[in-house]
């Protein structure tokens, strides 16, 4: 769902707006009354160290999970002078090696010895470090944390190695993508003049090449102390446990001596409008942005703002999605962006162009939006709308130890207040619509306004400029740091390491209760309570999908989905869309390869109101030939975006290379096959496919079973089905093996390439399936896995690999995948190809299995404590043909797994001379050194390539 502190994060903005003005809801004429959200707030207790840590604890005894969080109070506004990127840069150098964590431990500590996960981020004023494991293991993510703190060890080879990580992750995250470097370079340097907010977090790679080991020595010994940290667990512990070991671990750590140093820099306030017109590779459609400087985030009007935000953007009745993208047609997509930070803010909306619309148009249009609401007072609907979406955020947001432990922390963070997030709660539902006009009036200011103007490099008239993510950056935005003066840590000899505390007893995990029946027209009903929290939802699931399209409308399924929610007997597409925001509530709607689907979520107060609006989705679809038409227009540009993204163009090649002409490589609409669909297919599709008796209902959330079918029962009780029979689907939507392939997809705009090698591979039905899960584990399924620590951990050559375990009804495949430099293509291959190798020929050492086993079942555990990810789970044991008792036998299958169940199945399942490789990248740097291994490589250039053909090129066969 959409999330409020998506936007307070910030993030890749342009794909935020995409995402929000895609993912919308429903609306209605006789609206009825709108009943009251209660979100719990966060409760904690708090205490600081001596030595001035500071702590807060958010208990949880109905969770069997815990989560650990520790934010140091320094961001990429601390980086110092000429070295953009050093906070980010040392969070991965952070998570290394410590005097008794060797290289790799960490990861193996959280995920192979307790099941966690374990992640890191930096943004302007802060860097985190988190987990969430087993309650059990919450001794020994407070030691690693001690650890981290006071005894991290930095050395060259350390500081080399993660340098080069970050350049991967630039290419992957920034220079790959077609509005990377609007995002991350030309926005900030433009609405934050003279202030450290002006560098990008990510860095450039001049100033990264220019940082050293000192530096890096430096930098840890000003910032990274226990007064400059704060700690936040939450989840299911003792307090006075929690305690204890606190004062074990992490109060022994002293306070240095030593202020702690920070850059004072205020930076300019915009006082004047500019226009900027930027250029960068491989865009494919223009971007606009028009943009404000706004006030920190704990400033009195970040309600306001946030309201405004939504008012703008949230949902398809939102005014810049109505009249810009839906009305008008002048943009693919469109958004508001509102970033609240520690010292400052931005709110910034943005376009991308429709394709042959006038970036002028665009720019003009979203400058009338910004007046109509300055002018004029937003209704009383819109106000209602946005504030009760903010709520319904908040609310599912809060269900999880995590979510609670982030509301903290944000407040934490931007107010130093822990009670900031209850309070924005408050002051969000106190907005009037005088105060969104007001805030408008005040910050949105044509005099105050930057606008920016994206355009693709080969549009440039006049000299090309400097790459900015190569460049130096100015050096008055930070200061230089004195020389560390304590001794540098070095990793113990092994005999003197000290381990990691053992854990404590095992918590149970708290199974949900099912129940499931049939309703008399052949619905299949399942009802599993999750929460106690006043949350819920439903999925609704239909057999066929997008292997059910004929081999000449590749994409009905996928369109007939996406228009499902756009209007139906009932109400039109606008009318829909109001009344679900006006609910807080969200509708979606989906086509895989065998099903398609809707869901709603909402506050359980909202459920009967917003589930008869999915009724309609589901049962009343129009299909408006002028809906078409716009969402065809729409799916035309998001590909003409997508063949511009190495990773997209990979994952269409693939599926061609493995299943050919059959169903299951059809599964992408293609820019002929969309050009071709017409009414009568997506309404064929919608009568043949949606009907009760082809459908599995699975309600979640707060709601007792009985409760739950009574749910069911009224909103699709007198669902008739119909008389015919349902069509048949094809017999084998595989289709028959063919020789494996070597295929390059030439971009030559492409920063980064994509590389993929893949097997075919078994259905979620097969006996072989858990000893595969296993191995896949082994093989590519965390930081941990083979790959990664193979292709970055050792060798640096991708921002990450993993690999894949995918099925289907009739089919599966396995998958390994990295994004890299384009000169490293062939290394890259190799050694994925080489690990899958080693999979087949190497039997999985008992201890490695069970370190894979603890990971699955770490992972099983947090997915099912969520409402929507127990959904998710059950949803695919209804599309994958199994009974919902798998649920209960999911841990248990795992347990009985063998390492030698596992050597019979990689033998007879995962042959490694059948494996295919994929390639999107920059042919020519490394197109020769691959001939040289794969004579037979085929190379098709991107402007021949089509996904629709399973030669993949245009004119073949």
């Known amino acids: 769902m959409a999330s409020r502190r998506a936007f307070s994060r910030g993030g890749s903005f342009l794909v935020l707006a995409a995402a929000m003005a895609a993912s919308a809801p429903g ?26 840590l500071k702590v807060y604890a958010i208990r949880d005894t109905g969770t069997a999970n815990v989560h650990v969080q520790m934010f140091y109070d320094v961001g990429s506004q601390d980086d110092p002078a000429g070295r953009s990127g050093f906070a980010h840069l040392f969070e991965h150098i952070l998570s290394r090696v410590t005097r008794n964590i060797a290289p790799g431990q960490l990861s193996r500590i959280v995920e192979e010895e307790a099941g966690g996960t374990r992640n890191a981020s930096t943004s302007p004023d802060t860097t985190r470090y988190y987990e969430t494991v087993p309650a059990n293991q919450l001794e020994a993510m407070l030691w690693a944390h001690a650890e981290r703190m006071g005894r991290s060890v930095l050395d060259q080879s350390v500081f080399d190695a993660e340098r080069s990580i970050v350049k991967e992750e630039m290419r992957q995250r920034v220079l790959a993508e077609p509005y990377g470097r609007l995002q991350r370079y030309h926005l900030f340097q433009n609405i934050f003049v003279d202030h450290p907010y002006q560098r990008s977090g990510i860095g450039t790679v001049g100033d990264l090449d220019a940082a050293n080991l000192e530096d ?23 307090p006075a446990q929690l305690d204890r070991w606190i004062d074990e671990h992490l109060a022994p750590i002293p306070r240095p001596s030593r202020p702690i140093l920070r850059h004072q820099l205020t930076g300019r306030p915009q006082s004047a409008a500019r226009t900027i017109t930027a250029y960068g590779p491989n865009v494919p459609l223009p971007a606009v942005v028009h943009a404000w400087q706004r006030p920190k985030a704990d400033h009195p009007d970040t309600a306001a703002l946030e309201v405004l935000a939504r008012i703008l953007s ?49 720019e003009a249009a979203l400058a009338a939006e910004v007046a109509r609401v300055r002018d004029e007072r937003v209704s009383d609907a819109e106000l209602r709308e946005a504030i009760t979406e903010y709520v319904s955020d908040e609310l599912f947001e809060r269900e ?57 490099e080969g549009q440039r008239q006049g000299e090309a400029q400097p790459d900015p993510s190569q460049q130096r950056t100015n050096a008055a935005l930070g200061i230089t740091l004195p020389p560390a003066v304590g001794t540098p840590n070095q990793l113990a000899p092994e005999g003197e390491r000290v381990a990691p505390p053992a854990p404590g007893p095992q918590r149970a995990l708290a199974a949900p209760a099912f129940a499931e029946r049939r309703l008399a027209n052949g619905m299949r009903v399942v009802v599993a309570k ?26 009905v399924a996928t369109m007939m989905a996406s228009l499902a929610d756009s209007g139906t007997s009932r109400l039109n597409a606008t009318q829909l869309a109001a009344e679900i925001e006006r609910l807080g509530a969200q509708i979606g709607t989906s086509a895989g390869a065998d099903n398609t689907s809707a869901f709603v979520a909402a506050p359980a107060a909202n459920i009967e109101a ?93 709601l007792d079973a009985e409760e739950g079918f009574a749910l069911a029962e009224r909103l699709f009780g007198d669902w008739a089905a119909p008389a015919q029979p349902l069509p048949q689907l094809p017999a084998n939507r595989a289709g028959t093996p063919s020789a494996p392939r070597v295929v390059v997809i030439d971009m030559p705009a492409a920063d980064q390439a994509a590389v993929s090698v893949a097997l075919r591979g078994v259905t979620r039905a097969d006996e072989d399936y858990y000893p595969l899960l296993l191995a896949n584990s082994a093989l590519g399924g965390s930081s941990t896995a083979r790959l990664f620590q193979e292709v970055r951990v050792n060798r640096a050559l991708s921002y990450g690999a993993y690999s894949s375990l995918e099925t289907m009804r009739d089919e599966g495949l396995l998958v390994a995948q990295a994004q890299t430099r384009n000169d490293a293509v062939p290394e890259v291959a190799q050694v994925m190809l080489g690990e899958i190798r080693k999979l087949a020929a190497e039997p999985i050492a008992p201890e490695q299995l069970e370190r894979r086993r603890t990971l699955l079942t770490g992972s099983f555990g947090r997915q099912v404590e969520t409402t929507f990810g127990l959904g998710g789970f059950l949803t695919n044991l209804a599309v994958q043909g199994l009974p919902m008792s798998e649920y209960g036998r999911y841990l248990s299958s795992l ?63």
């Open 27 to 52: 609306a209605a004429q006789a609206q009825q009354p709108q009943a009251r959200i209660a979100v719990p707030p966060v409760a904690y207790t708090t205490r600081t160290l001596p030595n001035g």
């Open 216 to 238: 890096a020595r430096a930098f840890h010994e000003n910032y990274y102390r226990p007064d400059n940290a704060t700690l936040v667990v939450s989840g299911n512990f003792d």
């Open 314 to 362: 949230a949902g398809q009745s939102s005014r810049l999605y109505r009249t810009i993208v839906y009305d008008r047609q002048l943009a693919q997509s469109a958004g508001a962006f509102n970033y609240g930070l520690e010292d400052a803010g931005l709110f910034a909306i943005n376009a991308i162009v429709a394709s042959g619309k006038d970036p002028a148009e665009v």
């Open 400 to 456: 999880t130890p995590t979510g609670r432990a982030e509301a903290l922390a944000q407040g934490v963070i931007v107010a130093d207040d822990p009670r900031w997030s209850d309070e924005m709660l408050a002051a969000v539902q106190r907005v009037t619509a005088a105060d969104v006009q007001r805030v408008a009036r005040q910050y949105l200011r044509d005099d105050r306004r930057v606008a920016i103007r994206y355009l693709d």
């Open 530 to 555: 999750s929460t106690e929290l006043p949350l819920a939802g439903a999925y609704v699931v239909f057999g066929g999908g997008s292997s059910a399209d004929s081999a000449d409308r590749a994409g």
């Open 610 to 702: 917003a589930g008869r609006l999915l009724s309609d989705v589901v049962r009343s679809p129009t299909f408006a030939q002028e809906e078409l038409d716009r969402e065809r227009r729409r799916s035309l540009d998001r590909l003409r975006v997508a063949l511009r993204q190495p990773g997209t163009v990979n994952a269409f090649a693939l599926g061609r290379v493995l299943f050919g002409d059959a169903p299951y490589g059809a599964l992408s609409p293609t820019p002929a096959s969309l050009e071709s669909l017409t009414r009568d297919d997506l309404v064929r599709y919608h009568a043949n496919w949606w009907r009760p008796d082809n459908a599995t209902m699975v309600v979640i959330g707060s």
């Open 895 to 957: 347990a009985a797994v063998t390492p030698e169940q596992i050597a019979r199945s990689v033998a007879a399942e995962l042959d490694p001379s059948q494996a295919s490789i994929v390639i999107a990248g920059r042919a020519s740097q490394f197109i020769d050194q691959l001939r040289a291994q794969y004579p037979n490589v085929e190379v098709i250039p991107l402007d021949q390539f089509d996904f629709g053909r399973a030669a993949l090129r245009s004119g073949g066969n």
